[in-house]
């Protein structure tokens, strides 16, 4: 008998399902630390959601995990969830959450940081091809040049 597994059917069937909603904190710019969370619907009418948490100044994508087979009223609980952060949550257009992701994976990788070791899953949740030249036009790093700053849970000896 096989078990299903959820990290097949991500990188099998991910990329194909239809995008749902997406939420962005509102603070992100001045943070400069963006918490992108992203749904997608499944054949099933079950929802699949993953959440990135991207570093703009020097780590890109410095978490990243994801929920599957949440029926209605379980995502209805996680955004009612999202809504109660105090930074508070804005719906984001899909193609500009792409842009932050993806121009941090770019602007990290380029000083020699690789992306959190779930995103080789959850990047089947996201389509490179929703990637603009609005990329262009979001700021990394501060000047151009990467900025650390450790976080609460960031354990240094694995960064540098």
Not at 98 to 106: K, P, Q, S, V, W
Not at 118 to 129: C, N, R, S, V
Not at 141 to 160: A, M, W
Request: charged letters at 25%; glycine letters at 6%; one cysteine or more.
């Amino acid at each position: 008998m096989n078990k299903f597994s959820p990290k097949k059917y991500i990188i099998s069937k991910g990329r194909n399902l239809p995008f749902y909603e997406c939420f962005i904190n509102s603070n992100w710019k001045m943070q400069c630390l963006a918490t992108i969370s992203i749904s997608k619907k499944m054949p099933s009418g079950k929802f699949i959601i993953a959440v990135y948490m991207v570093d703009l100044l020097y780590l890109g994508v410095k978490n990243t995990f994801y929920n599957m087979n949440f029926d209605n009223i379980q995502y209805d609980e996680f955004i009612e969830r999202l809504n109660e952060n105090p930074e508070g949550q804005d719906v984001c257009d899909i193609s500009h959450a792409h842009n932050i992701i993806y121009g941090a994976i770019d602007f990290a990788e380029e000083h020699g940081v690789k992306p959190h070791k779930d995103f080789a899953i959850t990047e089947y949740l996201l389509d490179p091809d929703l990637i603009t030249d609005e990329i262009d036009e979001i700021e990394f790093g501060r000047d151009g040049k990467p900025l650390y700053i450790q976080g609460p849970n960031d354990d240094i000896g694995n960064i540098f």
